[in-house]
């Protein structure tokens, strides 16, 4: 019965290709976050989304787009990907957003690698 | 500019003993910080948190202690066991001015053997 599922596990593609990444929680969250998990290990936010509506969008290339269809769903399409895109990415819900302090709970990640 | 660091990528400890893990952060404003463990092939998973009004938080086998003035925060687990080897992340935030925006450093990989 999982939280925050994310479909695929794994991707792989050649780069100029347009894939997407599925997120899903149905834990009732108002918000979902994207996150990306680099080579080096760091986890940084790239958007999260409020009830449906667009809340944060750090300094991510315009090629990712998230989309979120209902509160429950929040996908990620990537265009024309680059070597660089290649990552680990998180989606990850919280019941409220605006504070920091509600918990956030974590999809098991979607490893992209971009040839 | 990573506000939130965690220098040493590794700590490896014996079944029993206690393990310190370190965070420092640069961003004044945060007032909020928690710590998340994530095993292989899974995403983080909350551990503990500690707003910036206090200096300890307790949770069975886990401590998070927060000096304020260093800009420091520690977990402490005690006493540590196997199951505890994992990645721990330690994020910081600003309540209410970020947006839910969390700040992760980039983990410590903890080995408790036997």
């Known amino acids: 019965d999982t939280a925050v599922s994310q479909t695929p596990k794994y991707l792989v593609t050649q780069m100029g290709n347009d894939k997407s990444i599925k997120c899903e929680q149905n834990l009732g969250h108002d918000t979902m976050y994207w996150y990306k998990q680099d080579s080096k290990k760091f986890l940084k936010i790239m958007f999260s989304y409020n009830n449906k509506e667009l809340i944060i969008n750090e300094t991510v290339p315009n090629r990712f787009s998230p989309k979120s269809p209902d509160k429950a769903h929040l996908n990620l399409h990537i265009n024309s990907l680059e070597l660089g895109d290649s990552a680990v990415y998180f989606c990850a819900s919280s019941q409220e957003a605006g504070f920091g302090t509600d918990t956030q709970y974590f999809g098991p990640g979607t490893r992209l690698t971009v040839l | 500019d990573q506000q939130v660091k965690q220098n040493s990528p590794s700590l490896s400890v014996q079944e029993g003993r206690i393990s310190i893990l370190n965070c420092d952060y640069t961003?004044?404003?945060?007032?909020?910080f928690l710590w998340y463990k994530k095993y292989p092939a899974e995403g983080p998973t909350f551990l503990i948190s500690i707003s910036s009004i206090k200096d300890k938080n307790e949770d069975g086998r886990f401590t998070v202690f927060l000096n304020k003035s260093a800009k420091h925060l520690s977990l402490h687990i005690v006493p540590s066991q196997p199951g505890d080897s994992a990645v721990y992340f330690c994020a910081a935030t600003s309540r209410g001015s970020t947006l839910g925006r969390l700040y992760f450093g980039r983990g410590t990989q903890l080995t408790v053997w036997p």
């Open positions: 961003n004044s404003m945060f007032d909020y």
